[in-house]
């Protein structure tokens, strides 16, 4: 499995935020599986699972169906040349410099299944934890002031 390169607010590799899903087709090949699910608000996200890479693409109706959110599982996908995946907890939060998130802080603790999610404000990361071990990473882009204005890569 070819390494994958997160670059903050922009994507991962040639994945870059905002692309549609035939652009993502396209670069990667049919996914393996596409779920969708539908909010109460009426809004629709699509999810395109690649498991052979360790990625799942969503892409959301209320920003016209762009790559909003990526999520990597796979030990091959660094951050400074650092694969976070499969770290420990402790080991992740010894790395938070040298990875970049200086703002690392426990998001959420969900203990009764086991895991934990840290955030990174300042790089749009969050570190998903499983049973103590990194288990994703997710990517989210960057937003304008309002919180809701999503700042698409170039």
């Known amino acids: 499995m070819q390494q994958l390169i997160i670059t903050p607010f922009v994507g991962i590799g040639e994945i870059r935020f905002g692309l549609r899903e035939d652009a993502l087709m396209q670069l990667l090949g049919e996914p393996d599986e596409i779920m969708e699910d539908e909010f109460t608000d009426q809004s629709i996200s699509r999810s ?3 498991q052979s890479l360790g990625l799942q ?11 909003t959110t990526i999520t990597a599982t796979n030990q091959t996908t660094t951050i400074n040349d650092i694969a976070p995946v499969g770290k420990t907890e ?5 790395l938070a410099d040298a990875l970049g998130v200086t703002d690392l802080v426990l998001d959420d603790e969900l203990s009764d299944l086991g895991s934990k999610d840290y ?10 934890i499983v049973d103590e071990l990194v288990d994703s990473v997710s990517m989210f882009p960057a937003y304008e002031e309002d919180g809701e204005t999503i700042i698409w890569p170039d």
């Not at 969503?58 to 790559?67: A, H, K, N, V």
């Not at 404000?121 to 570190?127: A, C, N, R, T």
């Open 119 to 128: 955030y990174s404000d300042s790089k749009g990361l969050s570190f998903w």
């Open 90 to 94: 402790e080991e992740l939060k010894a």
């Open 57 to 67: 693409l969503i892409l959301d109706s209320e920003d016209g169906y762009r790559l």
């Open 48 to 50: 395109l699972e690649y």
